[in-house]
């Protein structure tokens, strides 16, 4: 019966194994950051950081309906994926509306503008921000993920929400208490877990679009000051992948650096993913850029980009390749904070 829920009869097998690992590493991590010694809670913060990665990735397959058949497996189960880690505060139908513009409008579409609240924030509270991003600390992301927990108590447009996010917030804080009370390095070794998740997210995120970005909290269209369209979106789009020689270690991420290829068809499931890129674009696609070749720009840029206007430039060179060596990169524009 489960097997009939399934969009494509060749995904069952991949995402059974693929869930049920996401699944068994986050509780297993748990259990290893509550009970084990040190090494063990090294293995289980580990265990803890993919299986939060792979559930946001998780999530954004559910969002776009690539797993299961009917909208309601696909909602039970990107709900699920939400509160694994930790963007259960929005509702899985606000975050896909949300992201499913990004498609639409093919634009970053936020929900919160966190330029020009730096810029307008006092002196100290920017230099801190910035601070915290010299030093690796994700403190844009944060914010961004706080803002939409108090979102329903400073937004009159979604105040019906308040005690739905009383209520996660308790059952999250009471869990959370419950690790610390079996062992408080465990919780610290979460938190860790969680910074890793983050960074890992906003570094796919911050190089596979020079889209502009706006933000919108509800409905709101986007000006009509360019062309958006199909070859719009391919030329604005990256594939920044793990390995292109060994496709293997992209599976690390559920396939999303094929952001290409996702975007060219958004309900293809991620085990699909490589032979489209493959059928629609070669080997030699120069809208792949690599990881390897943006771990620079990450480092360099990682403060400028926080006030920066735009996104960097990304110059054709007389190969034909993509020069990303001034690609600052996208910042708080994370599918699992746009609400």
């Excluded at 199909?230 to 992209?250: D, F, G, K, M």
Aim: aromatic residues 14%; proline residues 5%.
């Amino acid at each position: 019966m489960l097997l009939h829920k399934f969009r494509y009869a060749d995904g069952v097998l991949p995402n059974i194994i693929a869930m049920s690992y996401t699944l068994s590493a986050y509780a297993g991590g748990i259990l290893l950051l509550a009970m084990a010694a040190v090494p063990g809670q090294i293995a289980g913060t580990l265990l803890v950081a993919h299986a939060l990665i792979l559930s946001g990735y998780y999530f954004h397959e559910f969002a776009h309906n690539s797993i299961f058949k009917a909208a309601e497996d696909n909602s039970r189960w990107g709900t699920l994926m939400t509160w694994i880690n930790g963007s259960c505060y929005a509702s899985f139908s606000d975050l896909r509306r949300k992201h499913v513009r990004h498609h639409v409008d093919r634009a970053d579409v936020i929900t919160f503008d966190f330029k020009a609240f730096l810029l307008k924030s006092p002196a100290w509270f920017r230099r801190l921000v910035l601070a915290l991003e010299w030093a690796y600390i994700p403190a844009v992301e944060l914010i961004m993920h706080g803002y939409v927990m108090l979102l329903p108590f400073i937004a009159k447009e979604k105040e019906q929400n308040r005690r739905r996010v009383a209520m996660v917030f308790t059952v999250r804080a009471a869990a959370f208490a419950t690790l610390g009370w079996f062992s408080p390095s465990g919780l610290v070794a979460y938190a860790i877990a969680y910074m890793i998740m983050l960074h890992a997210l906003r570094f796919a995120d911050a190089y596979q679009h020079t889209y502009d970005a706006f933000a919108v909290l509800q409905g709101g269209s986007i000006p009509e000051d360019k062309v958006r369209d199909h070859a719009y979106e391919q030329r604005n789009t990256y594939s920044n992948l793990v390995s292109v020689a060994h496709p293997v270690w992209n599976l690390l991420l559920l396939n999303f650096s094929y952001h290409n290829a996702h975007h060219e068809r958004p309900i293809e499931p991620w085990h699909r993913l490589p032979q489209l890129h493959k059928k629609l674009f070669g080997d030699t696609y120069p809208q792949v850029l690599p990881m390897s070749t943006l771990l620079g720009p990450h480092h360099r840029y990682r403060v400028k980009r926080i006030l920066s206007d735009d996104y960097g430039d990304v110059p054709e060179l007389p190969s034909g390749r993509l020069d990303p060596t001034a690609f600052y990169g996208a910042v708080g524009v994370s599918f699992l904070t746009a609400v």
